[in-house]
């Protein structure tokens, strides 16, 4: 693991690291979220799934709008300065620190990321205000126990933090190790910190197609889960209002970006740990 906080991977390193003969989940969802850094391997699967289900880039770009409104909920109505941002993917606009330092400058936050490709791009995670933080951690969500050792390094633990793990979940097989990383990585946190969490659903005949071409393009495949599958990530822990819910449907704010006409099949929830 690395502390992008502090410094970064040599360059050629980092070069080696990045496979372009096969997608990767970052470069696949910047291109569906409409950024620019991604390879013709991401864009041709990309543009495959695009023809099978376009409601996938519903999926993508409606997800960041919800992590605006749950950091800004977060960061204004529940006092939260602290957020771990899981699989954070590719910078685009209104990063988590972006949106949390804008209403709370002191706000820091911890990135996590395991793509080569995120972490020669941490740089622009990591201009924060200067009352607040931010550091980078090339790191794997299936070691929670290194996440929380280094993120304390940046973050009270001894204080409420918003874990969040959008549309990263579905990359762990099988459902109960995804369950069982988000106890674990809860487990290391105090009471009164949050778990976030979004993921793509199974909930249209096109979105499991989409994630079977994913699959058969080579890709690490991403599993769109049963919408009680996403509830069971809360067990234990106090969902608020209005519960896991499409990510279009958790409070939505006048400017929140809209689903062009179809029901998006991405389910997100918010949830205290007491
Ligand atoms: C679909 S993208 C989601 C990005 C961002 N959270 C969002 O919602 O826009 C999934 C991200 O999870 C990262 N990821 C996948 N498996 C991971 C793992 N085992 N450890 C850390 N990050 C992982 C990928 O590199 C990618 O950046």
């Known amino acids: 693991m690395s502390d992008q906080g502090s410094g970064y991977a040599a360059a050629s390193e980092l070069r080696g690291r990045i496979d372009t003969t096969t997608p990767h989940s970052a470069r696949f969802w910047n291109y569906f979220v409409g950024g620019k850094d991604h390879y013709e391997?991401?864009?041709?699967?990309?543009?495959?799934?695009?023809?099978?289900?376009?409601?996938?880039?519903?999926?993508?770009?409606?997800?960041?709008?919800?992590?605006?409104?749950?950091?800004?909920?977060?960061?204004?109505?529940q006092g939260i300065r602290q957020f771990l941002d899981i699989g954070t993917g590719l910078p685009t606009g209104d990063n988590t620190h972006e949106v949390a330092q804008r209403v709370a400058p002191d706000a820091r936050i911890v990135y996590v990321d395991n793509d080569p490709l995120v972490l020669t791009h941490a740089r622009a995670l990591l201009t924060s205000t200067p009352e607040g933080a931010t550091a980078y951690l090339d790191a794997d969500l299936y070691d929670p126990a290194a996440i929380l050792k280094a993120a304390g390094s940046t973050l009270d633990l001894s204080r409420p933090v918003a874990l969040m793990i959008l549309n990263t979940l579905g990359h762990v097989d099988p459902y109960e190790r995804a369950q069982g990383l988000v106890r674990q990585l809860t487990d290391g946190l105090a009471p009164g910190s949050f778990l976030v969490v979004s993921d793509g659903t199974g909930?249209?005949?096109?979105?499991?197609?989409?994630?079977?071409?994913?699959?058969?393009?080579?890709?690490?495949?991403?599993?769109?889960?049963?919408?009680?599958?996403?509830?069971?990530?809360?067990?234990?822990?106090?969902?608020?209002?209005?519960?896991?819910?499409?990510?279009?449907?958790?409070?939505?704010?006048?400017?929140?970006?809209?689903?062009?006409?179809?029901a998006v099949d991405a389910y997100g929830g918010v949830a205290r740990k007491v």
């Open 41 to 77: 391997v991401d864009r041709q699967v990309g543009d495959q799934i695009k023809e099978i289900f376009p409601g996938l880039v519903d999926v993508a770009r409606t997800s960041r709008s919800f992590l605006g409104r749950v950091v800004r909920h977060l960061a204004v109505e």
């Open 203 to 262: 909930t249209s005949p096109g979105m499991i197609a989409a994630s079977a071409a994913y699959k058969e393009s080579g890709a690490v495949p991403y599993h769109v889960r049963s919408v009680a599958e996403v509830t069971g990530l809360f067990d234990g822990l106090e969902l608020l209002e209005p519960g896991v819910v499409r990510v279009t449907e958790w409070r939505p704010e006048p400017d929140a970006v809209p689903a062009q006409g179809r």
